[in-house]
């Protein structure tokens, strides 16, 4: 009789990296739900343009690499990459700004350097940031939220936006976002910023129409919905509570002081938290664990400089959100975070230096 | 010492970090009774059976020996003897595979028993606190008593130190899943078990026991409660079930509040621990006089039929116990000897039980399925949450692929204790701890390594003075000898003078003439052989030293 070797462990816990993947994916869907209905059903076809891409780059990025395409691909890490990305971008933003995304996230920061859990930085931020410095104009083109929205854009009008930049009738993306009085409705975010420049006070300008009581109409609820989807990461333990944690704390500790001490021009924790990526950027974004700190120490660092670099930048940068900036230059200081947060190792003194 | 007291005297239990809650799965073998077992055909008795070197064979092929008759001597510090487990003749002393991984074969005693039981003479000792404390550490010694909780280190010399020792710790917490011989021994044996622990507290004069057991184990708690009732020098401590809370050094946090300081033994901070199962077998060896001829052994694992904890003698073939438990192998069986979390694969069935074998596991895979395919790493953190050492485990697996051993050591490889919860929980299905094993065996190699190139330097270094302080002597010797040489012709030169002017002394010539013929034929041979032994020492073939 011959018997099977194996090393011990001889037992393993049943969760694997693909199932934490599609849990992230699971519970992405309260968020999107919300955002399609309020900036309409572009952004389900933007994560199939999103999916298509990536599977077809990383497969074509495995073989290359004498990978086995199908356990690479079963994984679910791309399909995480691909949808993170394609909710992030504007709804109606023409197919090949997220093909080339997608792609450029997959082939470059993903597999260029090393493939999976190689990559330094968090793939789908590093490609919405490629976007953003290449195409400022169609990744700044977000429509006001449907109810506050004088047009309705049906499926066919969606798509056909989205392959040919006009609907069917001929109106561009610009034109759409255009109110009946000739305004162009920008994002929350960004009205803030243009307004404040322009010397108005807070107070008047949440009197605008897309402002609603907690910050900007339908924003405020897609951030409320990727915050629930958050908390089913963190019951789930998928993720632990450090790097949202810190990152709030980082982006809403400094925003409650500076609005306690100038309140008609610096907007609030309440605002920040539910305006942009905030909720998308703390929970699911942030969290990416391949470009993040390892330990709790050091993750709470992480999350805690991401939200104060997303301050500063939403009040005195170029940008209104920041999300993808303050992701990525955290990034960077992973290394160092790691090798300061190493903890103290059992029976030492102190930290993990040769004790 | 103040900060333990205070802890201990509060009667809390701390925390460690990390560590995991798999399912526990001591049911069904805790629940059945232990139970004894037909001899085997033979027993298998490896010289070495714990850390330590091996000793020295006693008996011969074909000697008949008697139940508990001292079988090997050791001669060196740190091994145990052996002892015949029944009575019996000795058919082999031959190398046989032994209970390691590798299944690789070792020089054994093969004891075949006659089934009479017949006991060589013991010698209780049931007034043991009459005796001085070294016979008595002497006689645990010569029982052959080992650790039975874990590594098998030899109980004496844990004892021997005579170090104040403030706690006395009684490791009944059997954290393992499917582990449950200490369980099932508490509830059988716990008088004896009391009785061992009060041996051990009065031979190493702790002031205190601490007996640990993990609270899934309620009966056993309840048996040991009634056995220590009214004992003021013992504590009862009920710690949470969690993986790995019985190693030494997590238990030792979670009853202490404590870690043991690096590069130090629990003996260095006033503590001594040692098994429930130990304890045991020192009562039958003080108070009984019998030595460690037996264990506890769980039989479990779904293909197990007729799952338990049987009284396993030494020796004992694996083949044997799964004969006794019911094994019905399916497709592809595992035979796991320890737990599943720190157990190893059994190549062969044919290797023996030693004094640390304590569970004999085969799973089906549906009960403990096949680890999947490795997958990257994504630095998820979840080996780092549940490591109790605190140590960056998916760091130390980047450093152990790409070979870094300097870096290995500096981020304290060496405080794993392998405890698998990393590889428990990787979601990447990596075998980490298989690993950290292959780097800590290379360290250890490369060390080995050094120290024999450094020795063969030195050795090197010696032999070049050596050659160079004869050579410098030799050259010395011929220098001398030279000028003997000149100073004789010189006489010899002034005696021919002489003998010209002075012709009366021509009588002494023929005898000086020969002496000096003599000298300077010595000092012909001595100068050629010199010069062979030379040209010898440089013949670079001559590598003799």
């Given at each position: 009789m011959s018997f099977r070797i194996a090393a011990a462990p001889?037992?393993?816990?049943?969760?694997?990296t693909s199932d934490m993947m599609r849990w992230v994916c699971y519970a992405l869907i309260p968020g999107v739900l919300v955002q399609s209905y309020f900036f309409g059903a572009g952004v389900w076809m933007q994560i199939m343009l999103a999916i298509i891409t990536a599977y077809v780059t990383e497969s074509l990025c495995l073989v290359a690499r004498n990978r086995d395409a199908r356990s690479g691909l079963r994984d679910n890490t791309a399909l995480v990459t691909a949808v993170l990305l394609a909710i992030s971008?504007?709804?109606?933003?023409?197919w090949w700004i997220i093909v080339l995304g997608t792609a450029f996230a997959i082939v470059v920061v993903k597999h260029i350097y090393g493939g999976m859990g190689q990559n330094l930085f968090n793939p789908a931020m590093a490609g919405y940031v490629l976007l953003l410095v290449s195409f400022p104009v169609q990744m700044t083109n977000w429509l006001p939220p449907t109810t506050i929205s004088q047009y309705d854009l049906t499926l066919w009008q969606t798509l056909h936006t989205i392959l040919?930049?006009?609907?069917?009738?001929?109106?561009?993306v610009e034109q759409l976002r255009t109110?009946?009085?000739?305004i162009t409705m920008a994002t929350p975010l960004d009205t803030v910023k243009t307004a404040l420049d322009q010397s108005y006070t807070l107070s008047e300008i949440y009197?605008?129409?897309?402002?609603?009581v907690l910050a900007g109409v339908g924003w405020q609820w897609v951030n409320l919905a990727f915050l629930l989807g958050g908390f089913i990461l963190l019951q789930q333990r998928i993720i632990s509570w450090h790097i949202p944690g810190g990152l709030l704390a980082g982006l809403l500790v400094p925003a409650l002081l500076a609005h306690l001490f100038a309140p008609s021009i610096m907007p609030g924790p309440i605002f920040h938290a539910l305006s942009g990526a905030t909720m998308l950027g703390a929970f699911f974004i942030a969290t990416d664990p391949v470009s993040a700190a390892t330990s709790n120490k050091g993750r709470f660092i992480f999350g805690l400089m991401i939200g104060l670099l997303v301050w500063v930048i939403r009040s005195w940068?170029?940008?209104?959100?920041?999300v993808a900036f303050a992701v990525l230059l955290a990034n960077l200081s992973v290394p160092l975070i790691d090798q300061y947060t190493r903890p103290k190792v059992y029976g030492h003194q102190s930290g993990g230096q040769n004790g | 010492m103040r900060d333990i007291k205070s802890f201990v005297d509060a009667g809390v239990i701390g925390q460690f970090p990390g560590g995991i809650h798999p399912?526990?799965?001591?049911q069904p073998a805790n629940a059945i009774p232990l139970r004894r077992l037909p001899l085997p055909a033979e027993l298998v008795l490896p010289l070495?059976?714990?850390?330590g070197p091996s000793g020295e064979c006693l008996v011969k092929v074909g000697d008949q020996v008697l139940k508990g008759?001292?079988?090997?001597?050791?001669?060196?510090?740190?091994g145990l003897p052996l002892h015949a487990?029944?009575?019996?003749?000795?058919?082999a002393i031959e190398e046989r595979p032994t209970?390691?991984?590798?299944g690789l074969p070792e020089m054994a005693v093969v004891l075949t028993p006659d089934g009479e039981e017949r006991w060589s003479t013991s010698q209780p000792l049931?007034?043991?606190?009459?005796?001085?404390k070294a016979s008595l550490i002497e006689r645990i010694q010569s029982a052959g008593?080992?650790?039975?909780?874990?590594?098998?280190?030899p109980t004496a010399q844990k004892l021997a130190?005579?170090?104040?020792?403030q706690y006395l710790i009684i490791n009944g917490?059997?954290?393992?899943?499917?582990?449950c011989a200490d369980d099932r021994l508490m509830r059988e044996k716990a008088d004896e078990i009391v009785a061992g622990m009060e041996i051990l507290q009065f031979i190493s004069s702790a002031e205190h026991i601490l007996l640990a057991i993990e609270d899934n184990k309620p009966e056993a708690i309840a048996a040991m409660q009634e056995a220590i009732?009214?004992?003021?020098h013992i504590s009862l401590r009920i710690i949470p079930t969690k993986?790995?809370?019985?190693g030494e050094k997590q238990l030792i946090e979670l009853l202490t509040g404590q870690q043991v300081p690096h590069?130090?033994?629990?003996l260095d901070i006033g503590l001594l621990m040692q098994n429930t199962g130990t304890a045991y077998a020192v009562k039958r060896a003080i108070i009984?006089?019998?030595?460690?001829l037996e264990r506890v052994v769980t039989l479990t694992?779904?293909?197990?039929?007729?799952p338990g904890n049987v009284w396993a003698l030494?020796?004992?073939?694996i083949e044997h116990l799964l004969e006794q438990g019911g094994f019905k192998a399916t497709k592809s069986p595992r035979v796991i000897m320890?737990?599943?979390?720190?157990g190893f694969t059994l190549p062969i069935t044919q290797v023996p039980v030693i004094k640390t074998t304590n569970c004999i596991l085969t799973p089906t895979s549906q009960e403990l399925p096949a680890a999947g395919p490795e997958m990257a790493c994504i630095r998820c953190g979840a080996c780092a949450d549940v490591c109790p050492a605190s140590l960056q485990p998916q760091q130390l697996q980047w450093l152990a692929k790409a070979r870094d051993y300097d870096a290995l050591e500096q981020q304290n490889l060496?405080?794993?204790?392998?405890?698998?919860a990393c590889a428990y929980v990787c979601p990447s299905e990596i075998p980490l701890v298989h690993y950290y094993r292959k780097a800590k065996a290379e360290i250890r190699n490369i060390a080995r390594e050094k120290a024999k190139a450094e020795l063969a330097r030195q050795r090197f270094e010696k032999r070049q003075q050596r050659l160079e302080r004869e050579k410098q002597e030799r050259l010395e010797r011929h220098r001398k000898a030279a000028e003997a040489r000149k100073k004789m012709q010189q006489e010899k030169q002034q005696a021919t003078n002489e003998n010209e002017s002075?012709?009366?002394?021509?009588?002494?010539k023929p005898a000086q003439d020969k002496s000096s013929a003599v000298a300077a034929a010595i000092a012909r041979a001595k100068a050629k052989k010199a010069a062979q032994q030379a040209a010898e020492d440089h013949d670079p073939k001559d590598t003799s030293s």
């Open positions: 001889h037992g393993h816990s049943q969760r694997r971008i504007p709804t109606l933003a023409p040919f930049e006009y609907t069917p009738a001929g109106y561009s109110t009946i009085d000739g009197q605008r129409p897309q402002f609603s940068g170029g940008y209104p959100d920041a | 399912p526990e799965r001591k070495r059976q714990h850390i008759q001292q079988l090997t001597e050791a001669h060196l510090s740190q487990p029944t009575s019996g003749v000795i058919t209970a390691h991984a590798s049931p007034d043991y606190r009459q005796q001085d008593i080992a650790g039975l909780g874990g590594a098998g280190f130190p005579q170090k104040p020792i917490v059997e954290c393992e899943p499917y582990i009732d009214g004992k003021q993986y790995p809370s019985g590069h130090q033994l629990p009984d006089g019998e030595p460690l694992g779904e293909q197990m039929t007729q030494l020796g004992t073939p320890g737990g599943p979390m720190m060496f405080d794993c204790i392998e405890c698998g002075q012709p009366a002394e021509a009588n002494k």
